[in-house]
């Protein structure tokens, strides 16, 4: 008889999206003259750069020559894509990867969810609250969570980020094994300074923990200071991967492609005592369960290191967070408490007094007809917050703060 994954059948029903969308679709129905303005989604809306599209057009030709056709790829991603990210996103920062360190993935999501299969399922987690979901559901779907009590699992650590402690993490005050950061944060947009990761690194090197480190917002940060790297701490190789992501820096959440960075320095030992390199396992894995991103994708990805292509991504990145800019400043005015924005397209705004994140959901949705994402969707941490991002066009932002300044008025 075959058996399922009884793990599966633990994770919570995401109802966070399903829900803001039937709340809005109800809304619509009964007022179909509104005209309601999207703040709330987590997807990007520019298309991609010229220089992308370029790459793109002459890779598809070369697929149609018989000189220049490519199968089947090396599962590691082609050198070309993985020399360009060697030399752009880490030499520059004084951080020494090698080329074999880092697999061309088909976007962060799938990595951050698969990275769990080379790990022991007896691990125990570690993550920040509020969270992006994929953390915790995949490592219920590996046996690592535990049970669900009172709406946390039994063998997930949870550090909250709040106004209290300024979004910053504390350090758990015992040891864990598969630590979870992403900065810049989504939900939160907020960062970590120098400092803080230090003390991640040393306590992930003094428990023996793993880092998984998700900066697919790195291109975001304005701020000079802010790392870009987890690889910027000293003596993170021995303790962290990291994840990246194109679909944010350059618009490729349709296109997909990122990368795993898995340095050769990361090794643990097994039960049986032997030295084992996470760049090893992960590079039998991929090979087994991954044939490669497609060659005009990485082409593409490619380009985006280009001269042209660094300056096109750069004024769409420009152009969100002029979008967070003008909404921090608007919201800011009207008397609301504003984080993130500054280094990360996410602005997580603090709901008035007494009132909580759907309920102020609510408001927003009947009173000025803007959607928005409840906070406490993305953990316990997030209630008395909602996330606004900047992904929008220009003149939705600007007609969503007018309508809100003169509800407030
Ligand atoms: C959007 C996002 C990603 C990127 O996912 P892709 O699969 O690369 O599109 C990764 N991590 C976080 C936190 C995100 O918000």
């Not at 910027?232 to 992501?245: P, R, T, Y």
């Not at 497609?294 to 280009?306: M, P």
């Not at 009947?366 to 406490?376: A, H, L, R």
Request: charged share 25%; aromatic share 12%.
């Amino acid at each position: 008889m075959t058996t399922i994954n009884e793990n599966f059948l633990k994770l919570q029903k995401n109802y966070l999206f399903a829900d803001i969308a039937q709340k809005v679709a109800a809304y619509k129905e009964a007022h179909p003259e509104a005209d309601i303005i999207r703040l709330g989604i987590g997807d990007v809306t520019r298309p991609l750069a010229p220089a992308v599209i370029k790459a793109l057009h002459k890779a598809v030709d070369e697929m149609g020559s018989a000189d220049t056709f490519r199968g089947y790829g090396p599962e590691h991603g082609y050198e070309f894509l993985r020399q360009a990210i060697v030399e752009n996103d880490f030499a520059p920062r004084g951080i020494s990867i090698d080329k074999d360190e880092i697999f061309i993935n088909d976007g962060a999501k799938s990595d951050t969810g698969n990275f769990g299969d080379i790990l022991g399922t007896d691990n125990s987690i570690c993550v920040t609250d509020p969270i992006y979901p994929v953390y915790i559901d995949s490592n219920v779907m590996g046996g690592r969570a535990g049970d669900i009590v009172n709406g946390s699992w039994s063998k997930i650590t949870y550090c909250p980020c709040n106004e209290a402690n300024g979004f910053v993490p504390q350090l758990p005050d015992h040891a864990t094994d598969m630590i979870y950061l992403c900065y810049p944060n989504n939900p939160t947009g907020t960062t970590l300074s120098r400092e803080e990761l230090e003390k991640w690194v040393a306590y992930a090197l003094k428990h023996n923990s793993l880092l998984l480190y998700d900066a697919a917002y790195e291109a975001y940060i304005t701020r000079e200071g802010v790392p870009h790297s987890i690889y910027e701490i000293e003596g993170a190789k021995k303790c962290a991967v990291e994840f990246h992501s194109y679909s944010k820096t350059a618009g490729f959440t349709g296109l997909r492609c990122g990368y795993t960075v898995v340095p050769k320095e990361l090794v643990f030992k097994s039960k049986r005592g032997e030295d084992v390199q996470l760049n090893q396992l992960w590079n039998r894995r991929q090979c087994t369960k991954f044939n490669g991103t497609a060659y005009i994708v990485q082409r593409a990805a490619e380009a985006i290191y280009s001269e042209e292509g660094k300056r096109e991504v750069r004024e769409t990145i420009d152009y969100y967070m002029t979008n967070a800019r003008i909404m921090r400043e608007a919201l800011t005015e009207v008397g609301l408490k504003v984080y993130g924005g500054v280094d990360a397209p996410y602005i997580w705004l603090k709901t008035p007094e007494g009132v909580g994140s759907w309920e102020f959901f609510e408001q927003l949705l009947t009173q000025i007809n803007v959607v928005s994402t409840p906070g406490v969707g993305f953990g316990p941490a997030g209630e008395g917050f909602i996330r606004l991002t900047a992904f929008g066009k220009r003149e939705d932002c600007e007609e969503a703060m007018r309508r809100l300044k003169n509800w407030l008025k």
